[in-house]
Each structure stands twice: as C-alpha cells, then as structure tokens.
C-alpha cells in the first residue's frame, strides 16, 4: 500500500471529514463535540484519508465511525482494541483509532484494553466516558461513582469505580491523556498529539450524556466552577490553576497538596513541575490519583507520553528479517521439509 | 543399509500388517521411539497410520498410570486407515505402561518388558501386588522380559555418562529391537541423531550406541527365534512424508495464502489440541505469515477478523471451549461479509470435558451456533493429510464468497499422523483475489452475480471510505438499515450464499454400489474406522456402500438423491447423533445413528459388527 504523501494532495478541511449519514445523537450530546473537534484537527494529522481506519465496539460513541469519512469499521460490543490491533498488525501502513465508551472498553472489553495498552501497539484510543450506560438507556458503568443511583442501582451502586488514567498507566500505556468534551481547544490539542504519538495512545475524554447522566462533568466544564476544580497539565510548566492563576500543587512526599501562591509563602517554583516523558511514571500515577480526591483538581493534558517499540512495528520487522534470511516462501521447499521417501 | 541380514538360525515370518503399542512413562521418550520407528516404517515402504495417547498431565509423577505416554502404529503391505484397534506388540518399559494398554493388546500379542521398569515400588505404583511377569497372569500372551536398562547401560559402559543420561538412552535399545524384529532400516534414525545432536557428540556416540546394541541383541539372544517382514505398500508413486493433521492444516493454510498471493494472519489462543497450529505457523514468516497469540480467544477471532478487512486472509484455530466464545464474532463477519477462517480442533465436552481426548460433537455447534440467521460454510477433514487439501479449500471458499468457513478437524487427526504424497506447488490451483478499486458508482454490498459475494474493498484504496459493522445493512449501499424488507431480503441473501457454495463443490463420491441395502454416511475423522469396517465387511462378501462427506454446510448437491437409493442409512458418529439429525430433518430419510462418546475413534470391528447387525435384521 503506496504511503501517498498528504502533501500531494489538496489540504483537508473539517468537511472532508464528515459522512453522508445523518449523526443520531441525543441533541445536546457531549459525542457531537468531540466529533466536529476530531473533524476540525484531523487535516492537521497528516495522513491521507484513505489511510485512516475508525474501528468501534458497541455504544453511544461506538456510532462516531459512520459519521467519518475515513474508512469505519462497528464492531461488536468490547472488541473494537482487538479488532484494532488485528487491522495494525495486518496493516501497519494504516492509521487505526478506536472510539469506544466506558462499558465498551472499561467493562466487557477490559482484557483487550489492558492488553493493547501493553504490547503498545500503534492504536489511538479515545474513551467517551460519561459514566453511564447510554445506548441500553441509563444503567450504571465501570465509571460510575460509588453509591450513584439509576435503573439497575435502585439503592446506590456498591461498586467502586475505574480510574481509567491510572488504569492505562498501570497496563504501561505508553501515551495517557484526559481531555473535555466541553473545552474544543484542548480536546482538539489532545487529539493531535495522540495522532503523533507512535504506540497505544489513550485518551479519556469527559463526555456528558444530557439524557442520563447529565451534569456529571459540569464542576469541571462550566465557567465559575472549571477554574478551581481543573488544573491543566503542560509539560515542563507547574501546576497552577484558579481563577486568577492564584493556587498550585506542591508534592508534598509523594502527596499532592493545594497551595496559595499569592500570598508569598510559596512561589511557582515550589510547585509540581509537569514532566510527561519522565522516564519514571510515579509522578503521572500521583497525578492519576487526583482524579477522585475531592480536596483536589482534576487533572486534565497529557499525563505521560514514553517511547518504547510498537508490537505492530516488531511484528513486522520479524517478518521482514525471516524473508531476507531464509527463502522467500518457496512452497515446494517447505512441503519437502524433514524425511521424505520416494515411491516408484 | 544396515539390518542384520545375517541373522542365520531365526525364522521369518512375512505379515500384511503389525500394530506396535510403545508405552512408557512420559519422561521415557515413547513418542520419539515411535515418530523414528514411523519414519524407518515409511521409509521401508509401508503405508502406515499413528496415533499418539499423551497423559493429559503436563508431568505427571513417574511410574503412574496417568503418567503413561504411548505411540502406536499401525503398518501393513496394504492401506492402512487407522492407528489399529488392538495392538500386536506391546512395548511396556514400566508396570503402569503394561496396566495402562493390555487391554487393547490382542490374545496371543507379544509384549516386550522392560525388566528394570518392573521395580517394586513401579509395581506398586501401578497397583500391582505382585510381579505380572512372574504371576502368570500374562499366559495369554508372549511375554519377553529383556533387560533394556541394564543392555543399555553395558553398551555404554565406558563412556563415562552420567547414569541419569545412560537411562536417558533405554528407548534407543528398545527402539533397535523392533527395528531388529520388524527388519527396518536404521539409518534414517541414526541421521537423525547425528544431526539432533550436533553439538553434543557424546549423546551422538551413546544414542546410537544404544539403538546398535538393541538392534544386536534380538540378533544373538536365544528367546527371540522369530523375526517378521512386513513388505512394502502399493502406494501412488510420488514423493511422499509423514505428516499430522495439525501440520497438515499449517502447510494449507499457507498454500492458501501464498496461491491468493495474501499475507496470512493467525490470531490464536493456547488450547489443546490446537496450539500446534499456532506453533507450526508462527515458524514460517518468511511465507509472509503473522502469528498473534492473543490475550484470549475472543481477541484472537476478532484480530482476524481486523486482519481481513485490511486484507489478509484472516484464520484463527482453537477447539470447543473456545469456539464457544468465537461466536459472536463469527456472526459480526457473517454480517460484515468477510473472509475468514475458523479451524476447530474438536475434543471432548461440554465445557473443559476431556481436553486430550477426541470427540465429533461440535458440529451442531459449527453450523448453528449463532445468534438469528447466521449460516456459514463448513468442512471436515477426513484424515490427517487431508487436513491439508481441506484447509485450502476453506480458504477458497472464504475468498470467492466472502464468508466465515468453519473447519472441523479433532485431535484424532491433528495428532495423528499417515504418509502424505506431497504435491507439486505447481499443480495448485491459484485462487483469483480482487481487491475492489474503482471509486466510480462503488457499493460495498453490491454482489457478484454468481457468488452473491460482495466487493473486497480495503484500507488504503483512494475513493473508497466506507463503513461496514455489525447492525443490518442496507442491500447495495450498506449503510445502517432496519426496514423489515430489507432485513428479510438481506437475511436471503446471506443464506442463498452460502447455498449458492453447492454449485462450486464436487459431488461426494460412493464407493461400492450406488444403490442397495445399507448405505454408510461419515463425516470427519470417523474415515479411516469406517472404510476398515467396509472393506472387511466386504471381503466377508457384503454389499455396503460408503460415503464420506467433507462438505457439510453445504451438502454436496447429489447426497439427497444417493441417500433414497438405500433401504438403510448408517450414520457412525463419535456424538449423540448430530450429522444423522440433520440428515433426517433437511431430507427425510430414517438414518440410523452409531454413536460412541468416550474420548475415543471406533474400533472397526465396533462397526464391522454393527454392519452385520443391520444387514442382518
Ligand atoms: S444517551 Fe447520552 S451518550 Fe447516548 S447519545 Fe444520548 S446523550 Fe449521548
């Protein structure tokens, strides 16, 4: 397959991404932002349209690939990474996303979360998480916080949740970043940088569902609340937030803590300074940990970003290697392997 | 060559055809001695038929019952189908291997002990009171009691081995002295060792050592007086190899792919007995061939089913359990109308059941196992080599129409192995591929006129961007569609398919008269067992027609009509019934079920005898 340079070609706009079909989400849907954003930004990824593969399981956000004009593949309930990785393996040449939800991926299709995550195969996960089943109209999800009523949690669901950042760190995710379906720059921003990353890129997206969960996200998304209640990560800068830029984190041993830095106890050069390719993840895992402690922001940006060799590239390469080497498949050869007698 | 054909006092005996049993503990090498035993076999001419009995624990303690490790082989001047339902020799280097396999030895069948297996506390372990060597127990049965650790561990005296390594090489004595009683030729297996054992030369020196001493010892000792001569087979001429199903099943699908010039793609998961499969491909990527051994079986469906639709010919290998947990798949490549390949080694169940053991019951599984109207195509391999034919024609079939093929092996014939006259790469039919590239007017599921298949349009082809999923299609255009007549015209479509795959099958063949009083009907790899049974029943002077099908979803269009020629049917199955079932429902005939469900293939003389029954009454 020709890599056909996207310089050739005329340069995308946000309409070439979209499909013929018509979007059916809910109206109101946090899935409509994060599909015009990934429209808006992917002219700027740099692969030809025919090269781009969505791949999905079963949800609400497993509908995003017929709304892209890009190759699309709906699979089945939980499977789209393993699809997905089948598709890279085969096709290394090809630029795979899966778009998925937090049953989809958190739930029925953990293992193969988990375990795309570390073979580091050359995937973009996004993960719509509106901490809610959807599309089977409003059960509790592997996201859901602990004690949240709905249909099938009558009395308060006595699970504890995921913390899907701290999850994909966990399974050696080499790119993690969480984003917001209600903040377009940096969903945009996010979306982009998980397209130049080689390996398994996941990013959580915040995504709210107005029909059945509606709200869950809004203490970080809705202007007067977001300021105190989200810390925006960039690399190699401290962690500052508030509305006037006036509070940090500051490590306190291996304990994030909230501090002033107005009022000349502690400047910006005491506070955590974000490093995404620390070799050590430690400090991403703190910043995962955040995530549900109600004393602290929420962290949003790339947590970590590592380079380690894709599954999808070794594989390849063993093939390469074993067809310099050894014959190039001579069918004959590899039928008259081991003792053979002839009968006359 | 270097049999002893000086042997002057001993008499030979020519034979048609011997059944050698070696049995041992797991740790004694019994199915090397009789993979080189086969090899000498083959190379002597014989037509011959193996069958390894592996103790389903990985180690399990020495000298137990369930740690018996046994090969047989069955081989003869004539065909030979099956391994042999009862063995002539019995080659016992332990107590547990002797209790373990009597039972399938033959009244009069010689078994060779190994004396220093016979300890006390093997005895013991085998649940032996006392020596059956000595007790008498075994009058029934020419008994020779020959010292094979101590010859061996004489013979090698003076190379200063280590006595763990000298144990090592008994299998080597015992192996010489059926090559001495059988006459086959020992340097294929002497090659062997010199080549096994490159870099070790003292293990060269002490393994042949060991087969030479074996080999001189029946020549000089007094207690054998008989030595046998089993001469060659008439076979097709060629050039022939020993191989198994499971190797068999590898090499096809690599044909397959090598002959559609695409890259093969296995998404496997380790399952007994089917992990060879992924073993033997993943040995060949210079054929352009990618192994994946998934996270589970449902990943390794799925990644195949990915691989396919980037355009490789997507297999994937496992047995019940885990077809079990493919099916959902199965289905979203029903709908997305995907080549793909689906091999299942079928063992014994349900569930776990009996993981080592062989078994025909999938096959309701295999052709209805899905949610709603979901019909795929599905073959069975006859024999072992057939494995190799059938994985091809799977392969074919899933291309030229688009479609999920399931093929049905069992670890009969994976395991098992015959001679395998090994084809011309040339002489292969190549199998046509078209990716679809033209943008103009492009319909993802518009169809082939005579297939009914859809386009193959990959990733990667300018103008194409589509979408294919799991939720119902609209005809042509394949966007997301519920409308009812769209549902039912689709529903046909998917079926007429698979039922259009007929017209592009052979008829099945009949071998006997094509009309009379009994008809048998197999499927899988009842074969061997059921054409030994005809052919005996036939010699007894017994009309009985055979027919063997390897096409069962769809049938072979004549089967309706040479089912209504016979006043009986006979449907041997290692089920409950399932082919006679379907027989019985899609064409109305009384078929009559043989089944057996023990984890093991019929004997011939199990269905020799019911032959006579139903000819009888
Ligand atoms: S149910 Fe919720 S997540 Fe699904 S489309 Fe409607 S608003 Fe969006």
Known sequence: ?344 | MENNKSTKQKKTETLDEVVIHFAGDSGDGMQLTGTQFTTSSAIAGNDLNTFPDFPAEIRAPAGTTYGVSGFQIHFGSRKIHTPGDRSDVLVAMNPAALRVNLKHLRDGGIIIANNQGFTPKNLKLAGYEKNPLEDGSLSNYQVYRVDVSKLTANALEDLNLGSKVVERCKNFFALGLMYWMYDRPVEPTINWIKDKFKSKPELIEANTRALKAGLHYGDITEIFTTRYEVKPAKLEPGTYRNITGNAALALGFITAAKKSELELYLGAYPITPASDVLHELSQYKNFNVKTFQAEDEIAAITAAIGASYGGSLGITATSGPGMALKMEAIGLAVMMELPLVIADIQRGGPSTGLPTKTEQADLFQAIFGRNSEAPVCVLAAATPSDCFNIAYEASRIAIKYMTPVILLSDGYIANGSEPWRIPKAKDLDTIPVKFHTDPENFMPYSRDEKTLARPWAIPGTPGLEHRIGGLEKQDLTGNVNYEPENHQKMVNYRAEKIERIADDIPDVEISGEREGDLLIVGWGSTYGSITSAVERSRAKGKSVSQIHLRHLNPFPKNLGEILYNFKKVLVPELNMGQLSTILRSKYLVPAISYNKVQGLPFKAEELENKIDELLRG
């Open chain 1, 1 to 344: 397959m020709a890599d056909t340079a996207v310089k050739e070609q005329k340069k995308y706009t946000a309409k070439d991404f979209q499909s013929d079909q018509d979007v059916r989400w809910c109206p109101g849907c946090g899935d409509y932002s994060i599909l015009a954003q990934t429209q808006r930004v992917f002219p700027d990824i740099g692969v030809n349209k025919k090269d781009i593969v969505w791949v999905s399981g079963i949800g609400c956000s497993s509908r995003f690939p017929y709304y892209m004009d890009t190759y699309g593949l709906h699979g089945i309930h939980g499977r789209a990474p393993a699809i997905a990785s089948g598709l890279k393996m085969a096709r290394p040449d090809l630029s795979v996303w899966v778009a998925t939800g937090d049953g989809d991926l958190l739930s029925i299709g953990g293992n193969h979360f988990i375990h795309a995550c570390r073979r580091n195969i050359d995937l973009k996960i996004v993960l719509f998480n509106n901490q809610i089943y959807g599309l089977t109209k409003g059960q509790y999800s592997p996201t859901s916080e602990f004690g949240k009523i709905t249909k099938s949690s009558p009395h308060g669901s006595v699970d504890h949740p995921f913390n899907p950042v701290a999850l994909a760190l966990g399974a050696e995710c080499t790119f993690v970043a969480r984003t917001l379906d209600r903040d377009p720059k940096h969903l945009q921003s996010i979306i982009k940088a998980a397209g130049e990353h080689t390996g398994t890129a996941f990013i959580e997206v915040y995504q709210n569902c107005n029909v059945f969960n509606d709200g869950a996200f809004f203490h970080l998304t809705e202007k007067g609340q977001k300021e105190d209640n989200v810390v925006a990560l960039e690399h190699g800068k401290p962690l500052v937030f508030g509305a006037n830029q006036d509070k940090g984190v500051r490590l306190d041993g291996f304990t994030p803590k909230i501090v002033s830095i107005d009022n000349g106890e502690y400047s910006k050069d005491d506070l955590f300074v974000h490093d995404e390719n620390a070799d050590n993840d430690v400090l991403a895992y703190i910043l995962s940990r955040m995530t549900y402690d109600p004393e602290l922001p929420t962290p949003i940006g790339v947590f970590r970003k590592t380079q380690k060799t894709t599954y999808d590239s070794e594989m390849q390469n063993q093939v390469n290697k074993a067809r310099e080497k050894r014959s190039d498949g001579d069918l004959d050869e590899l039928f008259n392997k081991g003792e053979t007698w002839v009968v006359e």
